[in-house]
């Protein structure tokens, strides 16, 4: 069983930045790869980044160039930097464990998940 849980989310105007914790369990932290996600109201849940075990990272096209993902494995963290942020960056955040280190870009490849944590973006 992994732990997963998400920090950091809250209110910022838009042009702002947020910057999203997540702490997850497990003394193979470094195995994982870690992803997050976004859903907003009445849409479905969408791919944001994913950064692998060995540090590779992907991001969905709306947020390159703005958003980086990084991880601690002394910390067993991993983090979302979201820059230049708008209103369509208006979503539940969540972070995702993928143990086998797949670097998906759906939710069906992690197999665990924190809470979400609420980002609002005002115009």
């Known amino acids: 069983q992994v732990h997963v849980v998400e920090s950091g989310g809250g209110l910022v105007q838009a042009g702002g930045s947020l910057r999203l914790s997540c702490a997850a369990s497990g003394r193979t932290f470094i195995s994982y790869a870690m992803g997050w996600f976004r859903q907003a109201p009445g849409k479905e849940r969408e791919f944001v980044a994913v950064?692998?075990?060995?540090?590779?990272?992907y991001y969905a096209d709306s947020v390159k160039g703005r958003f980086t993902i990084s991880r601690d494995n002394a910390k067993n963290t991993v983090y979302l930097q979201m820059n230049s942020l708008n209103s369509e960056d208006t979503a539940v955040y969540y972070c995702a464990a993928d143990l086998g280190n797949r670097v998906g870009a759906t939710p069906y490849e992690y197999d665990y998940w924190g809470q979400g944590t609420q980002v609002t973006v005002s115009s």
């Open positions: 950064i692998s075990r060995s540090g590779d990272t």
